[in-house]
């Protein structure tokens, strides 16, 4: 026999648990579950029924009204009361039809009620329809819980925004990045994490959205300083995606990119800085003179440029090693570096031996000062060289260039000035410092000086 069509099909057999007082009405419905294609249970009582409920935990209980002892409508109630079995659907059976019996039923928590005596197809009908529900139920259950997980366990943060900006649900990712409890965040507006200029362009956008969802644009990601909890700044990547459900809201992704922005940053830093000497390589130094060039033709100031160069390295490296060369340079250009103090001055490894300093906004004799203290101290390292026919230890040869620079000079010529400056140091004798200034070429008032 088989009342009301094929038998639902379901990842599993459904189990159906029968509560009757009365043996013919239990066997009968009994029968026809099993012929549905039902795992079927049967109890005789509200005690009994209780037991098996908590045992088996059916998907559908079928529940007589009216049984000595415990009745279906506490029997109902203590299967509500229990975290175990509550979500079970109950349909009462009863021969008692009036409306304060069925509303006593629906009200202890049943989802149906059948009037005896029993029609079996309707029966069949009935569970049929609470089985879909159920399946239904516990199918968009499933799918809120893995969402649930998803959200709570993913890397990202993620935020919830309404269209006045109030933030609606924050993650756990989101609440651990910016230093906040659990819900901390709810209720709080983003112009409380963000700079205010850029909270009120997404303020603008949201009222955009709201306006009209279907012209405004997706927001996408942005780089944004987002105010921690503690009152410091973190770097994110902030992802905004519109969607309207009862009322316009925006799901918000944080990716912290606070290392990537430090691997950024010293990787910024690497390039340069020398590797050897762990001072301003020569790509920097060419950098920061055209900076302080240009600032020096708006001002002008002075620009002082000191070129040097180790006396005899060559001679040191043949006779200690390239290793010692190595120690050697470091210990020198932490000595040159020692004296670029200002902001506007740097020390930086040009080539091999030789070694640049700038200092901005400085006259001829100062610079000539700074020079003359710099080769001072490093003769004063007293660092050996066996070789050396001018010092016994290591010495440099300085040339230093001053230029108040004009729309008709180059930085190339400031360098040819302190660069032959160097050669007539070296030419002098070495371990000395040679000077020349300029207030238009630089390059011929230096081969005025060589020639004297």
């Known amino acids: 026999m088989n009342l009301g069509g094929t038998s639902i099909a379901t990842q599993r057999e459904a189990a159906i648990l ?13 029968k ?7 795992q079927t249970f049967v109890a005789n009582s509200g005690e009994r029924a209780l037991e098996i409920a908590r045992r088996v935990h059916p998907d559908l209980i079928l529940l007589d009204v009216v049984m000595p002892g415990m009745n279906g409508i506490e029997t109902c ?13 109950v349909i009462f059976m009863s021969a008692r039809t009036e409306a304060e019996d069925v509303v006593a039923g629906f009200d202890c928590g049943a989802v149906d009620y059948i009037g005896k005596p029993l029609r079996m197809a309707e029966v069949c009908a009935r569970v049929r ?32 925004i309404e269209a006045d900006g109030r933030i609606q649900f924050t993650n756990p990712a989101c609440d651990k990045y ?8 709810a209720g709080q507006s983003i112009s409380d994490l963000l700079n205010p200029l850029v909270a009120q362009e997404y303020l603008d956008y949201f009222a955009r959205y709201a306006a009209n969802p279907e012209t405004a644009y997706s927001h996408g990601t942005r780089e944004v300083i987002i105010r921690h909890h503690n009152g410091s700044s973190v770097c994110m990547d902030l992802t905004l995606t519109p969607m309207f459900l009862r009322q316009p809201l925006f799901i918000g992704l944080l990716h912290d990119i606070t290392h990537h922005k430090l691997s950024e940053d010293a990787l910024q830093r690497a390039a340069m800085i020398d590797p050897l000497t762990k001072i301003a390589n020569r790509r920097h130094f060419d950098s920061f003179l055209e900076k302080e060039w240009q600032r020096a033709l708006r001002s002008g100031a002075a620009l002082s440029l000191v070129v040097l160069d180790v006396d005899h390295f060559k001679l040191y490296n043949d006779t200690l090693g390239h290793a010692a060369g190595d120690v050697c340079l470091q210990k020198v250009a932490q000595a040159i ?18 070694f640049v300093l700038l200092f901005a906004e400085t006259d001829s004799d100062s610079a000539y000062l700074l020079a003359e203290s710099i080769r001072a101290h490093i003769e004063s390292l007293q660092l050996p060289h066996p070789r050396s026919v001018t010092s016994p230890h290591i010495t440099v040869s300085i040339g230093v260039a001053t230029i108040h620079p004009s729309q008709l000079d180059s930085t190339e010529s400031l360098f040819v000035a302190a660069d032959r400056a160097m050669y007539v ?6 371990n000395q410092v040679r000077a020349t200034r300029s207030s238009g070429d630089s390059l011929e008032a230096v081969k005025a000086l060589v020639m004297r």
Do not use: F, W
């Open 178 to 185: 910016l230093g906040y409890a659990a819900n901390e965040l």
């Open 337 to 354: 570096n020692s004296h670029a103090l200002r902001a506007t001055d740097l020390a930086a490894r040009y080539g091999g031996e030789e």
């Open 425 to 430: 140091a070296k030419e002098g004798g070495r």
């Open 77 to 89: 109630r203590q299967l509500k009361a229990s975290p175990i079995t509550q979500r079970i659907p």
């Open 129 to 160: 329809t609470q089985l879909q529900i159920r399946i239904s139920q516990e199918s968009q259950q499933e799918q809120a819980e893995r969402l649930r997980t998803i959200v709570n366990n993913m890397a990202e943060g993620l935020l919830i």
């Open 18 to 30: 029968i509560v009757d007082d009365a043996p013919e009405s239990l066997s009968a419905l009994r």
């Open 32 to 38: 026809m579950m099993v012929e549905q294609g039902y």
